[in-house]
């Protein structure tokens, strides 16, 4: 479809309350799913986060990498294992981990942004101690080194965001120093708690939460998105979102959007149009 320059100029126009409501502002995007995985979605994600930046926003990725590691697993001859949704590490697994989330997928993230420019730079929540975890216990059994966040200490993305994109791995270390794996989600919610941030934005690989007709819920206040997660009636994979959802928002993070991220130009659909499209969680 071409629109003629009446059209272009109404699409600006709705953009900019939009614009003028987030500039100077936080918004922490979790990258994953579709997006990561299609060439497509993934040049038109990071256009997202460039134009987000261009026009005096601060946006903060926040990166897993789980089918990239459990490929990379598999071609070592080993054989991913996961417990309630969270992946088994064992200390062999992180080596796997820390190299392909350091050395591979956020290497690749940065790149596909600083094609637009020099924007971003990357880091793992080892550096400067930024994710710090201890051991998860998870009552189905032993995760290994999978760590549950203590605390963001925010500093070192407070700084790079004066003159970069920030660029997550979802990393962590303990008092010891010892590395460990941590699930993005929680990463993400953590980091979005600690900077102060506006939004945070999940891209998934479905439209959103949906009601017991399988219709999108546009906006959730948190104490029903609760109702929801007690109730059982959420998805085995929407259940870490909700949960780091409703943590963020207790944590003052005004607005969590989950949003499909199989949608090109999710984000900027999601953030500067007045219908968005996915689900808004509200405190």
């Known amino acids: 479809m071409t629109l003629n320059a009446t059209e272009k100029a109404r699409i600006l126009m709705e953009a900019l309350p939009y614009i003028k409501r987030y500039h100077g502002r936080t918004v922490v995007v979790k990258y994953g799913g579709a997006a990561m995985q299609d060439p497509a979605l993934r040049a038109s994600f990071a256009s997202d986060i460039v134009l987000m930046r261009y026009v005096g926003m601060n946006p903060v990725v926040v990166h897993g990498g789980g089918p990239q590691i459990s490929a990379h ?42 094609r637009h ?37 925010p500093s070192i ?28 989600d929680e990463v993400a919610a953590a980091v979005a708690e600690a900077v102060g941030a506006d939004k945070l934005v999940y891209l998934t690989n479905v439209p959103g939460i949906l009601d017991e007709q399988g219709e999108l819920i546009h906006e959730l206040p948190a104490d029903r998105a609760a109702d929801l997660q007690a109730s059982g009636a959420l998805s085995e994979g929407m259940v870490p979102k909700v ?8 944590g003052g993070v005004p607005r969590v959007t989950i949003l499909d991220g199989r949608l090109e130009h999710a984000l900027l659909l999601e953030i500067f149009t007045d219908v968005g499209v996915g689900t808004m969680v509200r405190g």
């Open 243 to 250: 949960t780091s959802a409703l943590e963020a928002i207790k």
């Open 73 to 114: 697993i598999k071609r070592l001859g080993g054989e991913p294992s996961f417990v309630g949704g969270y992946r088994v590490t064992t200390a062999s697994d992180l080596e796997v981990v820390r190299m392909v989330l350091v050395g591979t997928v956020n290497k690749d993230i940065v790149s596909l942004i600083n």
């Open 117 to 153: 420019g020099t924007l971003a730079a990357g880091l793992s929540g080892e550096d400067g101690n930024l994710v710090v975890v201890r051991k998860k216990d998870h009552p189905a059994g032993d995760l290994g080194y999978v760590g549950e966040v203590e605390r963001v200490n």
């Open 157 to 184: 993305v407070v700084d790079l965001l004066r003159d970069f994109i920030p660029v997550i791995a979802s990393l962590g270390v303990d008092a010891h120093g010892q590395a460990y794996n941590v699930n993005a």
